[in-house]
């Protein structure tokens, strides 16, 4: 194997900084000029065989192993880390999103009675009456109605006259708090499958507790366990499944201001001081979240990082 080939090859199998130990000293022997292959003198069988020999007084047995000891390791504690904080953040928004839906559950149960046209008995009684009124003929001595009474069997065949249509902020209280719904449980939704994602990743993956009983096993551990870690991190980083994590808070969020926005319409309709109170705090919450989500891109010292 070439040592430019391997020098390369090595910086893309595993991290920079992973890899810096046995590079160097492949990269010495490149600037030494030592079988660095050209054009003009291609690597034949026979210096590919001296170069193999070459490689064998470059790096001991145990040289190596420890090389791909530490690659194996760097990649390790770099994909665990990883993995870890992601479990432990899915952890915290599931169960934020779950007493959050089961809060805005409980408004919907009493707002969406509102978007129903039941008849009132009280507006059906009176327009019995006026009906009745109405179709009055008086012949005397008598005073007949054309219309039939209230609680006849004509009357009751008719039906109800059906109730007013909903105004418009009980369609937008409705509209908000059923959306607000909707976003926390497609957050908890991802958030599940994102778990099972990162349960995949770290499965059938050679385990490190069993000591091997050989150095050539645990060479062999080694290898096959940073290819296969490295070959999962490409993948996650090609499907980019940290921007599904970052969805799972951000849909939180928006969770959070559709449900605050439909609150805000409630109060506001029953009572200006409760609405005023109200409205002040919600204003409050604002303000931090965007500071806080803003002032990291014009301060670079400032502490408030977060992934939104």
């Given amino acids: 194997m070439p040592a430019e080939w391997t020098a390369r090859h090595i910086d893309r199998f595993c991290l920079p900084a992973a890899c810096s130990t046995v590079s160097r000293r492949l990269e010495g022997t490149l600037d030494r000029g030592e079988h660095r292959p050209t054009p003009q003198h291609p690597v034949t069988h026979a210096s590919w065989q001296e170069l193999k020999e070459q490689r064998k007084e470059l790096f001991t047995r145990e040289e190596k192993d420890e090389g791909w000891t530490l690659l194996s390791d760097s990649v390790k504690n770099y994909t665990d880390e990883m993995i870890d904080r992601w479990n432990t953040e899915i952890d915290t928004y599931l169960v934020y999103a779950g007493l959050f839906s089961a809060i805005v559950t409980a408004f919907n149960v009493q707002s969406y009675l509102a978007l129903q046209q039941e008849p009132d008995p009280m507006l059906a009684a009176m327009q019995q009456i006026?009906?009745?009124?109405?179709?009055?003929?008086?012949?005397?001595p008598f005073v007949n109605s054309t219309h039939p009474a209230f609680g006849s069997?004509?009357?009751?065949?008719a039906g109800p006259a059906p109730g007013?249509?909903?105004d418009a902020a009980t369609v937008a209280i409705n509209t908000l708090w059923f959306s607000s719904l909707?976003?926390?449980?497609?957050?908890?939704?991802?958030?599940?499958?994102?778990k099972q994602w990162l349960n995949e990743?770290?499965?059938s993956l050679p385990s490190d507790k069993t000591e091997p009983a050989s150095g050539e096993s645990r060479k062999g551990e080694t290898l096959e366990g940073a290819r296969l870690r490295q070959y999962r991190l490409n993948n996650i980083e090609k499907w980019r499944?940290?921007?599904?994590v970052l969805a799972v808070p951000i849909l939180l969020q928006l969770a959070l201001a559709f449900f605050l926005a439909g609150l805000l319409v409630l109060v506001w309709s029953l009572h200006p001081t409760v609405a005023a109170v109200t409205t002040s705090f919600v204003s409050l919450?604002?303000?931090?979240?965007?500071g806080t989500m803003l002032l990291p891109a014009f301060k670079q010292s400032c502490?408030?990082?977060?992934p939104q």
């Fill in 130 to 140: 006026s009906l009745q009124l109405s179709s009055l003929t008086i012949q005397p």
């Fill in 153 to 157: 069997s004509d009357a009751a065949s």
């Fill in 164 to 166: 007013p249509p909903p």
């Fill in 182 to 194: 909707i976003l926390s449980l497609t957050s908890a939704s991802v958030g599940i499958m994102v």
């Fill in 201 to 203: 990743f770290k499965s």
């Fill in 241 to 244: 499944v940290d921007l599904v």
């Fill in 285 to 290: 919450l604002a303000i931090f979240t965007l």
């Fill in 303 to 306: 502490a408030y990082l977060s």
